[in-house]
Nanobody, 125 residues
């Protein structure tokens, strides 16, 4: 499974960005997907996750109400719509995939088997 993120960039505080993650796999709808981020000097942290059929979306408290995760299984793509961006959202954003059930470990990086290379998001104040 190869995952390729796109859509990052520089935006002012209060602005919006939409990240995309394209998966090169025939069976994309087998995978639960997640977004994580990592700021310089910090550990990788959970942002959002979505189940294989889009039936359940999970969010970190820090982004709830501002970010929306979605997926299009026909396009093998998962999205992260980010609104009301804050300087503290600045990080490299990674998408990740797993065939394991998200259950109670959806926010743990080790739950995910495949990772993209990341895309930089910078929010200026």
């Amino acid at each position: 499974v190869q995952l390729v993120e796109s859509g990052g960039g520089l935006v002012q505080a209060g602005g919006s960005l939409r990240l995309s993650c394209a998966a090169s796999v025939r069976t994309f709808n087998w995978y639960n997907m997640g977004w994580f981020r990592q700021a310089p000097g910090k550990e990788r942290e959970f942002v959002a996750a979505i189940t294989w059929n889009g039936g359940t979306m999970l969010y970190a408290d820090s982004v709830k109400g501002r970010f929306t995760i979605s997926r299009d299984n026909a396009k093998n793509t998962v999205y992260l719509q980010m609104n009301s961006l804050k300087p503290e959202d600045t990080a490299v954003y990674y998408c990740a995939a797993t065939t394991s059930a998200l259950a109670d470990r959806y926010n743990v990086p080790s739950r995910y088997d495949y990772w993209g290379q990341g895309t930089q998001v910078t929010v200026s104040s």
